[in-house]
């Protein structure tokens, strides 16, 4: 289906495939604007239809549960990547579906990824398609260290290892191999900062990012996001004008997370893509002009896009299941800055982002001093911050 060419209306129902925490901000958002709401996903009473969308509860590939969602909105989209690019590629044949499946294609696979983002010159780490653990040996001569990585289906750090040594190569292989036929070795790359980009491009090409974001990650999982990056003016600039380069070769519609790494020169290599809300510019929701929900929205609704403007710095941190219990019983030390964020999720288990929190201040400096005294998040990974 081609996509929506004239606004759509307040009243108008938006399809969403996936009902996780990043639907339900959607939902949030678009309430504010008028939209209704119906989602198609397999757990009952998921996060998005308890804040009132709703509920096809069905699996993503069931075809009669594919087609009621289509029936029944005006456009769909998709709140994550683990939607199989081929069910949204029968649903553009009955309802436009932004960002598309062609974009989900590739950013499923890391492989095309990178292929991708080659094509497009934009700097990447070497990388090597592995067939087998013989192949290996050559690659990690030539690279020295490597990250080696299952094709697909890796999030938060499953589906890859770091390889260092030739002995180090047959137990994870055989472990990736198990999880994915396909396997790509990526040169393992020592990086300054990682940094992430979200970026935002309507039907009329339009395009604008937020603020960029620095990132740090505890067991593969963001932990805390700082508002804005501690980089130099002309880091920031080529962080944006490759985020914008992207969207426009991926002809995208809708939001895009760009993740990349600082090196200690200062140049930037792109790391992995997103396309929809990324944890990373969960800040926007208090501290930009815009969130980057009511941006997504805006931009598949052929809506004008919004202001991206940092109000006031921010941190934004992860609430995983480790951390609920002992911040619900310091609920009442919360100072006044901070926006809590919860999901709404019925199993609270280690590792499972079960919500977030921002904090905003004039003075970045004062950010992490009411972090710190909560004694929730691991001390030392916070004060990398400072």
């Known amino acids: 289906m081609s996509p929506v060419l004239e606004p759509l209306r307040p009243g108008t129902t938006i399809g969403l495939l996936g009902g996780g925490q990043l639907a339900q901000m959607l939902v ?3 309430q504010a604007m008028g939209f209704r709401f119906v989602v198609l996903d397999p757990t009952p009473d998921c996060p998005a239809a308890l804040v009132g969308a709703e509920q096809i509860t069905a699996n993503y590939n069931d075809r009669e549960a594919l087609a009621k969602l289509a029936d029944s909105s005006a456009v769909v989209t998709y709140e994550f990547e683990n939607v199989a690019a081929a069910a949204v590629a029968w649903l553009e044949n009955r309802v436009a579906v932004p960002p598309g499946s062609e974009i989900l294609r590739i950013a499923q696979n890391r492989l095309l990824e990178k292929q991708f983002l080659e094509q497009l010159n934009i700097p990447v780490a070497p990388f090597q398609k ?7 040996v050559p690659v990690l001569e030539t690279f020295g260290e490597l990250m080696l990585k299952t094709v697909s289906g890796g999030y938060d750090g499953r589906g890859q290892t770091h390889l260092v040594g030739k002995d180090q190569i047959p137990a994870p292989f055989s472990k990736l191999r198990q999880l994915n036929e396909e396997l790509v070795a990526e040169q393992f790359v020592s990086f300054e900062k990682e940094i992430s980009v979200i970026v935002a491009r309507n039907i009329h090409g339009e395009v ?6 620095e990132n740090l990650h505890q ?21 944006n004008s490759l985020a914008k380069k992207i969207a426009e070769g991926l002809d995208l519609v809708g939001v895009l997370g760009v993740e990349m790494f600082v090196l200690a020169d200062r140049k930037l290599l792109v790391n992995e893509l997103a396309p929809r809300p990324h944890n990373s510019g969960h800040f926007t929701q208090d501290a930009c002009a815009t969130s980057q929900f009511e941006q997504h929205l805006r931009a598949i609704a052929n809506w004008p896009l ?6 006031q710095p921010a941190l934004m941190l992860n ?14 030390h919360l100072p006044p800055e901070a926006k809590l964020h919860l999901y709404g999720k019925q199993e609270c288990r280690p590792g499972r982002k079960m919500g977030h929190l921002n904090f905003t201040n004039d003075v970045p400096e004062l950010l992490l001093k009411p972090l710190l005294e909560l004694e929730i998040w691991d001390e030392d990974l916070l004060r990398k911050m400072l």
């Open 28 to 30: 949030l958002a678009g």
């Open 130 to 136: 592995i067939t087998s653990a013989e192949e290996i």
């Open 208 to 213: 604008c990012t937020f603020p960029v974001a």
């Open 219 to 239: 067991k593969n999982i963001l932990t805390i996001s700082r508002i804005p990056a501690s980089l130099d003016s002309r880091v920031t600039e080529q962080a």
């Open 306 to 311: 919004g202001l991206t403007a940092l109000r």
């Open 319 to 332: 609430v995983l299941g480790e951390h609920l219990p002992l911040l619900l019983k310091k609920l009442k």
